[in-house]
């Protein structure tokens, strides 16, 4: 029944290393999100996919790659990790790509960076 | 761009208290307008929304009412309880490279004291 979903829910690993973080929506929506989360709760948006194409990408460092293989998955590649990669990692999803549509959120990834 | 700005927290309050989170915003547009709520460990949720000026959001108790005149979106609740203890973001909905991303003031967290 979730809506979008998201694995792993934790990620511990050590910096250098290049991981991967799921996302999935099951809602039927055409656009799809990354948002990073900071440890004082702030939240950006770094990415969004309309219908498998890049539409926003907010100046995030090309070590983070996105990739939407269909229209109901967003993943997110990050090479190389540095301790300031650190933060919890939402997914989310939206209908409309430029009306005032709601966007509804993954239970998030808390990656940590030793 | 745009902004929000959101009253700074934590804020701490005794069961059924009136509560009021401030949030005001800055847009060249008319965006619309969210709260999320986010419970501890959990993502982020749609508690609200309003889609234009004078329109009011409301759910589980809570209210806010999209004012143009002073660019503000408040949100309100009667009588809170402890299971409403929470972090609490203003959103709007901002234009960006042809599509829509959320921009979002920096939390309130709340908590409710039995």
């Known amino acids: 029944d979730t809506a979008v979903s998201q694995t792993p829910k934790y990620l511990v690993t050590q910096m250098g290393n290049d991981k991967s973080i799921k996302c999935e929506q099951n809602l039927g929506h055409d656009t799809m999100y990354w948002y990073k989360q900071d440890s004082k709760k702030f939240l950006k948006i770094m990415f969004s996919y309309n219908n498998k194409e890049l539409i926003i990408n907010e100046t995030v460092p090309n070590r983070f790659s996105p990739k939407s293989p269909d229209k109901a998955h967003l993943n997110l590649h990050i090479n190389s990790l540095e301790l300031g990669d650190s933060a919890v990692y939402f997914c989310a999803s939206s209908q409309d790509i430029a009306g005032g549509g709601t966007q509804y959120f993954g239970p998030g990834t808390r990656l940590l960076v030793l | 761009g745009d902004s929000v700005t959101q009253m700074e927290g934590p804020v701490t309050l005794s069961e059924e208290a009136f509560l009021t989170i401030n949030c005001t915003y800055t847009?060249?547009?008319?965006?619309?307008l969210f709260w999320y709520v986010q419970y501890p460990g959990e993502g982020l949720q749609l508690l609200l929304k309003a889609t234009k000026a004078d329109d009011k959001g409301s759910n589980k108790g809570f209210e806010a009412t999209y004012r143009k005149e002073t660019t503000s979106f408040h949100l309100e609740k009667g009588s809170v309880q402890v299971s409403d203890s929470a972090v609490y973001f203003c959103?709007?909905?901002?234009?960006?490279?042809?599509?829509?991303?959320?921009?979002f003031g920096q939390g309130t967290r709340l908590t409710i004291n039995p």
């Open positions: 847009a060249t547009g008319y965006p619309s």
């Open positions: 959103a709007l909905s901002e234009k960006s490279q042809g599509a829509q991303k959320l921009v």
